[in-house]
C-alpha cells in the first residue's frame, strides 16, 4: 500500500478567484468556470513538479506528513487529511499512513505549488489504497485541498467547471498539449513566500465591488478561449488571457483589505511584454496570485523572448515552458 505519484503546477488562463456559495466553502469549488495549460519545463534543473510518496501501513499509529523536510501539523495537516479521508473513506480504510512530498520550486509565489502538490498526492493516495477512479472524479477530491490542483490532474489544457455540488465541480481535458501551437517563459522575480495566501485571498473577492463584473465577462471569455485553443489561434488566447488577467488582478487591488501582489518588477515586465509587441514579437502576459510573470508565446519565440526578458533589471530566474504532462505514477519511491 504505498505509492508515488508526480505532477506539475499549472498555469490559469482563465483565473478564478473566490469560491461559490455552496452549503460548505471547504469544497473549493470556484466561482466560474476556468481554464488552464499543465507545465512542463524545458530545463533540468527546476522541473515545476512535486513528487509525493504515501505509505499506508498497520506499523504506523499516527498519520504524517512531511513536505520539503518540514513535519506537517495544525491547518497544513488537516489539508491534507481533508483530501487522504475521502479516499480512505472510499476505499473502506482507516489504516494510517506515511507521506512525504518534495517540490523542485518556490511554494506559495504565484507559481501553482499547491496546484502540483495536490494533485500528486491526490493520485498517488487513490493508487495506494487500490482504487480505480478516472481522471475526473479524482479532480473533485484534488479540490479539496487546493482548487487549481483540480486541473493539473490532466495532460495539455484543462477546462475546470464551477456548479453547485461537490461531484459537477470537475476539471476535464480540452485536447492534448500539442494541439495548440504556444509555449511560455516565465519570469521570476521574487521566489518568496507571499505574505497572503491564495486561500486566504479568494475570501476578499466579494468585497471587491468588480467582482461581480469579473465573473459575468470570464464566463463569454472562457468560451471564446476553449474555442480560440481548439482552432489553434494563438493570437486570441493570448489577448484573452491578459485581458482575463487584469480583471482578475482588479479585483484583488479593489478588495478590502486590498491585495498587491505585483512589484516594481512585475510592472517592468509588462510593459516590456506591451513593447515587445509593438515591435513585432508577439507575446502575451499574464499573472497568478503572486509577482511573477507567465510571457506566452510562439514556440519559435521562445529564445528571442528569453534574451529580452534576461536582460530586464530584477529578472532572477527564467524558465521555457510547454504544455504537457499531467500527473502520474513513479515506480521510484521518496522513502
Given amino acids: 500500500m504505498k505509492a508515488t505519484a508526480i505532477a506539475h503546477s499549472n498555469i490559469a488562463l482563465i483565473k478564478y478567484w473566490g469560491r461559490a456559495a455552496v452549503a460548505d466553502p471547504g469544497l473549493n469549488i470556484p466561482l466560474n468556470d476556468n481554464i488552464s495549460f499543465t507545465k512542463n519545463s524545458m530545463i533540468d534543473d527546476m522541473k515545476l513538479q512535486t513528487i ?41 480504510s ?38 480505480k477512479i478516472n481522471r475526473e472524479q479524482l479532480s473533485t477530491v484534488a479540490r479539496l485541498g487546493s482548487g487549481s490542483a483540480a486541473r493539473s490532474l490532466h495532460d495539455g489544457f484543462v477546462y475546470f467547471h464551477s456548479a453547485s455540488s461537490h461531484e459537477q465541480a470537475f ?38 465591488p468588480f467582482n461581480d463584473i469579473r465573473i459575468q465577462r470570464s464566463a463569454e471569455q472562457v468560451m471564446e478561449m476553449r474555442q480560440a485553443i481548439l482552432e489553434h489561434d494563438f493570437s486570441a488566447v493570448g489577448k484573452i488571457a491578459e485581458a482575463n488577467c487584469k480583471y482578475m488582478h482588479a479585483v484583488m487591488m479593489t478588495s478590502e483589505p486590498p491585495l498587491f501582489y505585483w512589484n516594481p518588477e512585475t510592472l517592468r515586465i509588462i510593459k516590456k511584454v506591451m513593447s515587445l509587441r509593438q515591435q513585432g514579437l508577439e507575446t502575451y502576459f499574464t499573472i497568478d496570485a503572486g ?17 529580452e526578458l534576461a536582460a530586464l533589471e530584477g529578472v532572477k530566474k527564467l524558465i521555457p515552458v510547454r504544455p504537457g504532462r499531467g500527473a502520474y505514477l513513479a515506480d521510484e519511491h521518496l522513502f
Fill in 171 to 208: 476539471a476535464e481535458q480540452i485536447c492534448e498539449p500539442g494541439h495548440c501551437d504556444m509555449h511560455a517563459v516565465i519570469a521570476i522575480v521574487d521566489e518568496s513566500e507571499k505574505k497572503v495566501t491564495s486561500d486566504a485571498g479568494h475570501d476578499l473577492s466579494a468585497a471587491s
Fill in 94 to 131: 482507516n489504516i494510517k499512513f506515511r507521506m512525504k512530498s518534495i517540490n523542485d520550486f518556490p511554494t506559495q509565489a504565484g507559481l501553482a505549488s499547491s496546484a502540483s502538490a495536490f494533485a500528486a498526492l491526490t493520485l498517488a493516495t487513490a493508487s495506494a489504497l487500490g482504487l
Fill in 291 to 307: 509577482p511573477n510573470v507567465h510571457c506566452l508565446c510562439r514556440p519559435e519565440d521562445v529564445e528571442t523572448l528569453t534574451i
Fill in 52 to 92: 509525493t510518496t504515501i505509505h499506508f501501513d498497520e506499523i504506523y499509529d499516527r498519520d504524517s506528513a512531511e513536505v520539503n523536510g518540514e513535519k506537517l501539523s495544525g491547518r497544513k495537516l488537516e489539508r491534507i487529511l481533508r483530501v487522504i479521508d475521502v479516499l480512505r473513506s472510499e476505499a473502506k
